[in-house]
Every structure is written in C-alpha cells, then in structure tokens.
C-alpha cells in the first residue's frame, strides 16, 4: 500500500463535512477536477471507494464512513504534532495541568516529579491534590489535563463530556498504632470501630460515610463518634501512630509503617470485594493534548499499573 497523503485525506473529509464536489472545491480553493483526481487517487492508494455519486451530490459508502472517521483522527493528531513541534523547536514554555487524589498523590507523585526533573523538559507543570468532585470540576472547566482518583461510585454516564479508563484496584481497610484497643480484637465490628475518631483522606468520602466500602453489609448505620478529614496522609499517619485514632487508608500508603510496626491492621469484617477501591485516568472526550501531557498522563497511568 502507498504511503497517505494528508492533503488528499483533507480532500476527503471537506467533500464528506460537504456533501458536495461543488461545494468542496470551493472551500479547498482548488478546482472540481483537481479534487475529483485527488479523490481518485485516494481510493487507488487505499484499494476502496470512499464516495459514491448521487443525484443530489456524493455520499459515503460503508468503507467511506471508516476512512472519513480514521481520516479525521489523523488530521487531528498531526496538527497538533505540528502545534507541539513548533513549541518545541521556539523553546516555548509548555504548560501541563493535572489533578491526583490524595491517596495517589501520596504513593507516586513525589517519584514522578523527580523523574521529570531529571528529564530537564522544558515546560511548567502544575499539579492539584483535591478531592474527586473538586478535580472534576477542575477537568471540565479544562483547568487540568487529566485527573488520576479513586472512582468507586463514579457514574461518567452523568457527565457526557468525559471518558474514564481504569487503571488498579486497591485494596483498603482500618489501621491503628500498635498497641491500640482494636489492635489485640479478631473479627472487629463497624460498631466498635466506629466508637473510635475515624481519619479519612479528603477524596476517600465525597458523601463522607456512604461511599466507605470497608465495612459490612448491614445497612444499620452506627452511630460514629468524630471524623476528621484532611488531605494530607502524611499528617494522619502520624496522628494514627499518636492516638487512639483509627485511619481509613488504601494499603499501598501504609505499607512502610506496617513493615515498622507502627500501624495494624484492624481485623475488620469484610466480605467480597467491599474493602476494594477502584483507581481511574479520567480525561475529556476529544481532547487534544499536547505532547508533554500525553507522556506525562501515560507514565504516570504506567507507574500506578505496575503496582
């Protein structure tokens, strides 16, 4: 097969937008039969028929409509290598905007930036640590490029505009310093941990309570005695290992102070798959990211695949 030629698939997609020689030919700029022998030649160069003539103008075939879509994507994507090359080649700044929950901020974001560091790319990056729904409203305002957070209880089906692809699930319970009450008990109730301060990193309960999976299935809410909520696992890490507090974390972020000794796990009564978190990479439909963003996104996804 022949190399394609981008300017015969731009042909293609104005007659098809069109609908029309006549018309095409005119917003081309070119004459009728100058495109009619473009057109030709693309149907040569593919082996199919893309058009077929009609009383009123032409029409897609079947093989048409692919080419047309496939056609669109790849004039798509070079313009944007083009865009992203020029930056390039000026030394133009990029700028790359993207948002993490705090769980996923605290497992793999410093490594990242250092890694990025030590490319020595030339672009500004700015990056958010907020809840879900404060990302998304971030994403959808287009203030960030992508978002990577916990989406159990997401439904992209209300918002038409974004796509979602899943990337890990991560397995989660209570922890509490050594030595806690909790600490010495088998098959704790919701009850007894929940008689207890409850920490929780900001994006692990948009509704609070309700999106906290890890728990039984019985549908009497306990009364809970407080709930902290703060961003930073960091800070409630150490408040855990000094306090009586009991900390609601996915266990990649306390896997060290587990290995020390510092934080147990809570034997805690779970069944299935209730004590699983659903991380995901949620971007804008028919978005066009530049080049920085695109590697920045996938390495990122990669890092958290491999966990």
Known sequence: MKTLNLQKLLHALI????????????????TQSALTRSIKSLEEDLGLQIFRRKSTGVELTSEGEMVIARARELLEQAGQLQADSRALSSGARSIVAFGLDPIIAHHVLAEQLKGMIAESRLMQVQVKVESRSALLSLLLNESIDFFIADINDFKPVDVKDIQV???????????????HPLSLRK?????????YPILTPSNVHENTWEELRWHSSNSDEPERKQQLICPDIHVLKTVTINSDAVFAS??????R????GQLLRVDHRVSGDEDLRTIGLVTLKDCNLGIHAKDIMRSFADSLCEI
């Open 187 to 195: 098959d704790v109730s919701r009850t007894e941990i929940y008689s």
């Open 257 to 260: 102070e587990c290995e020390a």
């Open 15 to 30: 007659i098809a937008e069109e609908c029309s020689l006549v018309a095409a030919s005119k917003k081309l700029h070119i």
């Open 165 to 179: 692809e899943i990337l890990l699930q991560l397995r989660g319970s209570f922890y509490v310093r050594n030595g």
């Open 250 to 255: 996915s266990d990649i972020n306390v896997q």
